[in-house]
């Protein structure tokens, strides 16, 4: 049986503690926290993960320093950002140098560090810093050594490289298209390359959505547009990529899988129609821009921001919500549709005549009904005759429990059906964990269904305690229901064994004359009783054919 912790780690995702010695030397100790990548629960990963960070974030300065008016006014943070990452850059070189040794690639050589020093990696983290350090020291053309701190951007190899090799590992013996398949898609073959691409994806749709938006500001737009052209061109060109990889491998999902008639199915998913939405615009605007004047889709842009929504289940439970109330929902919004048309008409009629350019009919009517029942009050429409002013006051304090009977609606169900999912997680859990043990499939699923519902690491932990608390009764066979026993083969053996004991128990405590006397009357045992107590009792055993 699994130990607590080992579970606790298995359901969050997370490593359990390194059990890393204090007595080892300091640079074994140093390598094994920070550097090891076959240690489980040390620091490796974030380090990999924050010095990443740090590298995308070059890439972005660098890309902003080309602009003369955000570079020059800021030229000092960029200074400051740039001496920050030289200085991390260079810790995290001469700490590998100093950890070279160490190093299972590096440690058989008679010269580990030297060998260090010529490896690929070595050279890439070399000449992310030398840039800065040439011009403190030499005279040369600083549009030169902008350009040479491009090379940090392959310093992200050491994150993708490991990924790829456990990705190629994973997907031994498959085709391309299921190698695509788990790239794409979650499942056990995607590994951390599937999670990288995943994050990649989202970095660009924010980063998309973010230009669109500074676009709409036209003292940006101008100072950036030719940026924030090839941004929007290069955005379109990776959302392109992404939806033909779904498209061509989705006949690998359950559901799916017929060359055409699964394709098509894949393309008319709610996921597949928003990143098609995604990138038309894009390309509408670059084919008919000669025949209509298509600027206007520019903000149907921000669409890509719905991509997001295949990261997170809280869309996926709203439509379930929605679903399911469905029927209250629209009765609720009947009498709400009811109200408005009424108030309306009652607005136009004590109205019209005092303000006939306001309430000139009807419909024109709704707008300020619907202002009114909504308790918003814009002021831009509003009555001035004595009824219209006391209907208002009336329908105004009606408003307040009518529109609020949808939203209160939708508020109550969406957090019962975050109970209800999180109550079927729980049994589930049970369920995996009635052997005491939880094997990796399992604990993706619990991940992923933990990651949907927002559960927060100590109420999985206090999942877990239940769960554990719930075996340990389980070993007790008598407290158990008869057909949890009879669905396990060992549990109804000793249960067998304790009635057979009880039985015996029951022969010396009880009188026997007594016992076989009422024992002979009639219905009282069948001759099948009477004879399995009689052997019991002798401790003999029952023939072959009884």
Known sequence: MESTSELEAKLLGKSRPADISHTLPMRAWLYAWLLNPNIEGN????????????????????????????FEPYKH???????ISVIVFSVEYILRLYLAPEDEEFKKSSLPRLRYVGSPFAIIDFLAI??????????????????????????????????????????????????????????????????????????????????????????IHYLLNVEFLVLDAVAVGIFSIEYCLRIY?????????????GRLKQAKTTSSMIDFLAILPFFLEVFLHHLFD?????????????KLTRHTGATASLAKVLKREWPVMAASGFVMLLLVILTASLGYLFEHEAQPEKFENIPQSIYWAVITLASVGY????????????????????????????AALLSSAFSDQLRIERETLVNKLFEMLSDGVIDEEEAAYIQAETKRLHLSDEEVRRLV?????????????????????ASNPKHAIEHYKFLIGQIRQLSLLADPEKFNALANQEDQLTDTDKKMWRLINRQEAPPADA
């Open 43 to 70: 620091h490796q990963k974030t380090v990999d993960r924050w010095i990443g960070f740090l590298i995308v974030g070059n890439l972005f300065a660098l890309v902003f320093e080309q602009v003369p008016a955000i």
């Open 77 to 83: 943070l960029f200074h400051f950002f740039d001496l």
């Open 130 to 219: 030398i840039p800065f350090f040439l011009q403190a020291f030499i005279a040369i053309d600083l549009r030169f050594l902008r350009s040479l701190r491009l090379l940090r951007i392959l310093k992200l190899f050491r994150v993708l490289i490991p990924a790829y090799k456990e990705f190629v590992l994973a997907n031994k013996g498959r085709t391309f298209r299921q190698k695509i398949h788990a790239l794409v898609f979650p499942s056990e073959y995607g590994g951390t390359l599937h999670n990288l691409f995943d994050g990649f994806i989202v970095v660009w749709v924010v980063v998309s959505v973010i230009a669109v938006v500074l676009e709409s500001v036209q003292s």
């Open 249 to 261: 491998c989705c006949v690998e999902e359950p559901g799916f899988q017929k060359a055409l008639t």
């Open 294 to 306: 298509l600027r206007f889709l520019r903000v149907f842009r921000l669409m890509r921001l719905l």
């Open 379 to 406: 002021g831009d429409i509003s009555p001035v005759t004595p009824m219209g002013r006391i209907m208002t006051i009336i329908l105004a304090l009606m408003g307040i429990g009518i529109f609020a009977i949808p």
């Open 465 to 485: 305690e239940r769960a554990k608390r719930e075996r340990q009764l389980m070993d007790d066979v008598s407290t158990l229901p008869l057909h949890k026993i």
